[in-house]
């Protein structure tokens, strides 16, 4: 079930991308139709028809490093420029909200309703203009037709695919921090009780099989309260999601989300496939179309950093999206422990698929 998780990540990380975006070019005033051109651009280069096959395709999910350069590509496919400070922190809260919603999901088929909360709030964005809505809903027709053949154990297999993949991820995010979801370490804290299961019982009773089939009950106090999920929930266009989990969670006023690095080893999950040629081609897909310097603009999403051009990481303990940077050696430590999977060669992919860009635009 990993060659099907690509989907998954790509709409859920995609959409989490979108919503810290939008509230703050609101929170920093960006006039409304250069706000919505770059959610514009981001979204139509995301829902690309040959983009949109590529995600499709069976495939092992990329490596981290691998993954994070398509989003940094798509980030920049924008009028809206961002530095390499302000990219690794947006990363870091997509990549947390989304590790959030697949560990607190009850169901494999959860996740798939998480992503496609994600698809619902995107096609909100580009509401004013149909040929993006359009984008949408066929992106949503074709999640639905890849996942609705597979069965509850598939699908939770994809879950258990997720949260091999993101294990090793801890960064500190202060919205979780402050509702302690979120521990100091980096790790969250897992609910108990509440919604079920579609279909499924709630704890109380354990059942002894005995060998001409028949079984024995026995009940026991339950420590927490349960309640019978609302239902299925549907994978159509316009369909009853009934989680909530992959909505936007960032508030008008949530201008303080904030993100910290942790020691946080990336291990390559065993099943990975790197196919060059493959991974390049997505590469090529989402690759930014070359603007004039004028047409551009610098979305500043830390609030206290004077110079954007300057890459510069905080000093405190949580840091808020507003860094400040106290000397190399903490920058070359934070580098040090993002550039991870090497080649046998020494070379990372990431290097190496950053220079296929390179020569594709000389």
Do not use: W
């Not at 993954?67 to 390499?84: D, P, T, V, W």
């Not at 507003?322 to 430590?333: D, F, I, R």
Request: some cysteine; overall charge neutral; proline content about 4%.
């Amino acid at each position: 079930m990993s060659t099907r998780s690509l989907p998954v990540l790509f709409f859920s990380l995609g959409g989490e991308m979108l919503y810290i975006l939008d509230q703050r070019l609101k929170a920093q005033k960006i006039p409304p139709d250069r706000a919505l051109k770059v959610i514009l651009d981001i979204v139509g280069r995301m829902l690309e028809d040959k983009c949109i096959k590529e995600i499709f395709r069976a495939q092992q999910v990329f490596s981290k490093r691998a993954l994070k350069n398509i989003f940094e590509q798509l980030a920049q496919s924008s009028i809206m420029k961002l530095n390499k400070t302000a990219m690794d922190k947006l990363y870091d809260l997509m990549i947390m909200a989304v590790k959030y919603q697949v560990l607190i999901s009850k169901s494999g088929r959860e996740v798939l309703l998480s992503t496609l909360n994600h698809l619902d709030a995107i096609r909100g964005f580009v509401a004013l203009s149909p040929p993006h809505v359009a984008m949408v809903d066929k992106a949503c027709r074709t999640f639905k037709d890849f996942f609705e053949s597979q069965s509850s154990a598939q699908l939770m297999h994809l879950r258990h695919y997720l949260l091999l993949l993101f294990q090793d991820t801890n960064k500190k995010v202060s919205i979780f921090l402050k509702n302690n979801s979120q521990l100091p370490s980096g790790r969250f804290v897992i609910p108990v009780g509440g919604p079920l299961p579609y279909a499924g019982e709630a704890p109380g009773v354990i059942r002894y099989l005995n060998r001409v089939g028949s079984y024995t009950e026995e009940s026991f106090i339950r420590a927490h309260c349960y309640e019978l999920a609302e239902g299925a929930g549907s994978l159509d266009v316009h369909g009853d999601r009934v989680t909530k989990l992959g909505c936007n969670m960032y508030g008008a006023d949530t201008a303080e989300s904030s993100v910290t690095e942790t020691v946080s080893k990336q291990v390559p999950v065993e099943g990975y496939s790197f196919v060059k040629d493959e991974l390049d081609l997505l590469q090529r897909l989402l690759m930014p179309r070359p603007l004039s310097e004028g047409n551009t603009f610098k979305l500043k999403l830390f609030l206290d950093d004077p110079d954007e051009d300057l890459e510069r990481l905080p000093s405190q303990d949580v840091l808020h999206l507003n860094p400040t940077v106290k000397g190399k050696a903490q920058l070359q430590m934070i580098m040090n422990d993002l550039i991870s999977l090497e080649t046998e060669n020494g070379a990372s992919m990431g290097d190496d698929l950053l220079d296929l860009l390179d020569s594709a635009t000389h």
